[in-house]
Nanobody, 115 residues
């Protein structure tokens, strides 16, 4: 059973930073691509950032220049470094992994940005 466990969420003031972690229960190389999504209250879940096995990254326009996705293959962990946070970044953030056999979600971690 593949597990993805997020951590690092919390309450931060606008302009602050947080780093989210997503620990995988097996090698990151078994995932073709890793993603961070978020879901704000009353809104649909949206893709925030992605990173391939080779390290190629993509970002939603709303977070470009502020968020950075990275991966630590030695520790099977994916990170989302979030800076210059805004109240509209408040959401539950989810890690997702894509393999040849399917998709896997983490349980989510709450990020709240106060104004």
């Amino acid at each position: 059973q593949v597990q993805l466990v997020e951590s690092g969420g919390g309450l931060v003031q606008a302009g602050g930073s947080l780093r989210l972690s997503c620990a995988a229960s097996r090698s990151l190389f078994s995932f073709d691509e890793m993603y961070w999504y978020r879901q704000a209250p009353g809104k649909q879940r949206e893709l925030v950032a992605s990173i391939t096995t080779g390290g190629s990254t993509n970002y939603a326009d709303s977070v470009k220049g502020r968020f950075t996705i990275s991966r630590d293959n030695a520790n099977d962990t994916v990170y989302l470094q979030m800076s210059s946070l805004k109240p509209e970044d408040t959401a539950v953030y989810y890690c997702r992994g894509r393999t040849s056999r399917g998709w896997y979600w983490g349980q989510g971690t709450q990020v709240t940005v106060s104004s």
